[in-house]
T-cell receptor, first 114, second 116 residues
Framework: QQQVKQSPQSLIVQKGGISIINCAYENTAFDYFPWYQQFPGKGPALLIAIRPDVSEKKEGRFTISFNKSAKQFSLHIMDSQPGDSATYFCAAKDTQGGSEKLVFGKGTKLTVNP | EAEVAQSPRYKITEKSQAVAFWCDPISGHATLYWYRQILGQGPELLVQFQDESVVDDSQLPKDRFSAERLKGVDSTLKIQPAELGDSAMYLC??????????????FGPGTRLTVL
């Protein structure tokens, strides 16, 4: 059972365009929603994160929009640059059972063309 | 900037052999995680430590995988015997409840395992 569903699987955007990646979840006990960026051969790096009591968080060109009632959240990358080309993972923190594991989506491979 | 260290970065082994991966978390981070990332997928938690104690190993295949964090600092993940399906990236992450960002998990560069 996939607890965090991410779409699209891949995305191609022109330089300067807006990249949008969507995620949906079922478990209402999730209480923290980070986005990670991963370059080939590297470990994931935290990009931006949000808690469910906030509807939007912006850091530079990156914005998370969060819809608690719909159990959906999305990442918007404004003015996308070729250096943003990477795989992006949404995640949710599951605190059930005493652990604090992150449950990841399957990832979106973003390609930003020059 | 402090980082999570992992070694080796790459490991090629034959089926039925034993392999071990090492992780050194960011200094002072009490929580340590081992994740497995299959190519094209998101990371999946194998085991979580709080200091030297296992908090969650529900997804660890205990018949062949073991993990330890004897002194509550660095950690070792072992696979014995390795199977073809174990080929993946093994990621270590750490976090701290004493830092400002309580929930941030910092990932190491990973160990890419190939089982032949």
């Amino acid at each position: 059972q996939q607890q965090v569903k991410q779409s699209p699987q891949s995305l191609i955007v022109q330089k300067g365009g807006i990249s949008i990646i969507n995620c949906a979840y079922e478990n209402t006990a999730f209480d923290y929603f980070p986005w990670y960026q991963q370059f080939p051969g590297k470990g994931p790096a935290l990009l931006i994160a949000i808690r469910p009591d906030v509807s939007e968080k912006k850091e530079g060109r990156f914005t998370i929009s969060f819809n608690k009632s719909a159990k959906q959240f999305s990442l918007h990358i404004m003015d996308s640059q070729p250096g943003d080309s990477a795989t992006y993972f949404c995640a949710a923190k599951d605190t059930q059972g005493g652990s604090e594991k992150l449950v990841f989506g399957k990832g979106t491979k973003l390609t930003v063309n020059p | 900037e402090a980082e999570v260290a992992q070694s080796p970065r790459y490991k090629i082994t034959e089926k039925s052999q034993a392999v071990a991966f090492w992780c050194d978390p960011i200094s002072g981070h009490a929580t340590l995680y081992w994740y497995r990332q299959i190519l094209g997928q998101g990371p999946e938690l194998l085991v979580q430590f709080q200091d030297e104690s296992v908090v969650d190993d529900s997804q660890l295949p205990k018949d062949r995988f073991s993990a330890e964090r004897l002194k509550g600092v660095d950690s070792t993940l072992k696979i014995q015997p390795a199977e073809l399906g174990d080929s993946a990236m093994y990621l270590c992450a750490s976090s701290s409840r004493t830092s400002g960002a309580l929930d941030t998990q910092y990932f190491g560069p990973g160990t890419r395992l190939t089982v032949l």
